[in-house]
Structure formats: structure tokens, C-alpha cells
Nanobody
Framework: QVQLVESGGGLVQPGGSLRLSCAAS????????MGWYRQAPGKEREWVAA???????NYADFVKGRFTISRDLAKNTVYLQMNSLEPEDTAVYYC??????????????????WGKGALVTVSS
């Protein structure tokens, strides 16, 4: 069993900042890539940013220069620092992690887990 829990969402004015966190817990052997997705009202879920276990990062074009993804390996936590927020960034933000689990002596690789989401609203 693995759980991902996001926190840090809320209401912010245009131009403001928020920092999302996502903590993974449970039968974790190792965590590979972690990332953030978002889903705006009436739209499909879209990829925002990703970070590998080695610390390499990638961003969607629409957040480059504004958002920064980072992770704390010791805490099994990934962060998304969001600056210069725009109304178009309003969405539910989801954390995703590719996790290798160890349960009852069995190692299982290649499973993706999702958090339940954190709402970010950018409005004046």
C-alpha cells in the first residue's frame, strides 16, 4: 500500500506564489520519477513537470521559468514552487510517483501512484 498526499493548495492573487508538497508513504522500496499534473475545469489532465531520482527536471512549456520542481529523497517528498501565477493556472494539481514497493518480501516495480489532488485557484 502506497499513499501520496498533496498539500499547499489554496487561493492566490495573479502574480502570487504557492508551494505544493506531495509526500509518499507506505511500502516503499524506492521512488523513481515523480511529477505533477493538473486538470482545469472542463479540460483534460495535463503534465506539468517531472523530476527523476537523479534530480533531472523537465517542464511543460507553459510553466517554464515560473514553476520549479524539487524533491527531498529522505522525506519521499516532491515539491512544486509556483511563481508568477496566472488565472490560467487554476486547476487541481495532482502528484504522480513511479514507485518500487516491498511488501511481504516481494519487490514490485513499475507501478504509478497518484495523489487525490490539491486545488489551486488564481483569482483577484
Amino acid at each position: 500500500q502506497v499513499q501520496l498526499v498533496e498539500s499547499g493548495g489554496g487561493l492566490v492573487q495573479p502574480g502570487g506564489s504557492l508551494r505544493l508538497s506531495c509526500a509518499a508513504s507506505g511500502s516503499i522500496f524506492s521512488i523513481n520519477a515523480m511529477g505533477w499534473y493538473r486538470q482545469a475545469p472542463g479540460k483534460e489532465r495535463e503534465w506539468v513537470a517531472a523530476i527523476t531520482s537523479g534530480g533531472s527536471t523537465n517542464y511543460a512549456d507553459f510553466v517554464k521559468g515560473r514553476f520549479t520542481i524539487s524533491r527531498d529523497l529522505a522525506k519521499n517528498t516532491v515539491y512544486l514552487q509556483m511563481n508568477s501565477l496566472e488565472p490560467e493556472d487554476t486547476a487541481v494539481y495532482y502528484c504522480k510517483a513511479d514507485i518500487t514497493t516491498l511488501e511481504d518480501g516481494v519487490i514490485k516495480t513499475g507501478t504509478s501512484y497518484w495523489g487525490k489532488g490539491a486545488l489551486v485557484t488564481v483569482s483577484s
